[in-house]
């Protein structure tokens, strides 16, 4: 089973500080994501992915930036929280194998900034 | 720029009353259309994906059909553990990311 992992189920960090979102993938997927999941906007792509080191913009990447240094391992950086952060966050990882197409979520990390 | 719209926004059925949700999309070149369930508090977990008009796939009482321009999630004698968010998302030729609709809300009632 595709197991995709998020380090926080609940975060609460005070406006200014530097939020770390950390998610990690058993699969071997080569590509990840960092979604943001908010009530009548749905899911909204930060960033993603396609290999180590490498990352696009996507969306709203706005007030956010991401590593990744290992193929599994994929993190979210707030580098100064502010309320309108506040939201849930999601990981996922994928892999086209040819004809085929799997994304996997992790559980989500519900962020408030107070 | 790609486009997935899905209605209705809620539905809300009796047990065992079957119905659709609809899945409309605009993508140039589409590679792939995925269907999630995804409870509250959750990630959403990955239940198809469909890639070409015609194509249609089953699990349990869901099954989801593909067609040019629009996609159908089928729900048959739904139970009150099917109540979730169903989630529609397109991805396109060429790209890794998907693009992802806002979702039905589906309540089955007793």
């Known amino acids: 089973d595709v197991k995709v992992t998020q380090s926080s189920r609940y975060l609460v960090k005070r406006t200014g500080e530097k939020v770390f979102l950390e998610c990690v993938q058993d699969?071997?997927?080569?590509?990840m994501f960092w979604y943001r999941q908010d009530p009548g906007l749905g899911l909204r792509l930060i960033y993603f992915?396609?290999?180590?080191?490498?990352?696009e913009k996507g969306d709203i990447p706005e007030g956010y930036s991401v590593s990744r240094e290992k193929k599994e391992r994929f993190s979210l950086i707030l580098e100064s929280a502010s309320t309108n952060q506040t939201s849930m966050y999601l990981c996922?990882?994928?892999?086209?194998?040819?004809?085929?197409?799997?994304?996997?979520f992790g559980p989500g990390t519900r962020l408030t900034v107070t | 720029e790609d486009q997935v719209t899905q209605s209705p926004e809620a539905l809300r059925l009796q047990e065992g009353e079957s119905s659709s949700l609809n899945c409309s999309y605009t993508?140039?070149?589409?590679?792939?259309l995925f269907w999630y369930r995804q409870d509250p508090g959750k990630g959403p977990e990955f239940l198809f994906t469909?890639?070409?008009a015609g194509e249609e796939k089953e699990k349990e009482r869901l099954k989801a059909t593909l067609t040019k321009k629009e996609s159908f999630l089928h729900i048959t004698a739904p139970k009150p553990e099917d109540s979730a968010t169903y989630l529609c998302?397109?991805?396109?030729?060429?790209?890794?990311?998907?693009?992802f609709g806002i979702g039905t809300k589906l309540q089955v009632i007793p």
């Open positions: 996922a990882s994928s892999l086209w194998s040819g004809s085929s197409y799997e994304q996997y």
């Open positions: 993508v140039s070149g589409l590679r792939g």
């Open positions: 469909l890639y070409s």
């Open positions: 699969m071997d997927h080569e590509n």
């Open positions: 992915s396609y290999d180590v080191k490498m990352k």
């Open positions: 998302a397109s991805g396109r030729e060429g790209y890794q990311k998907v693009t």
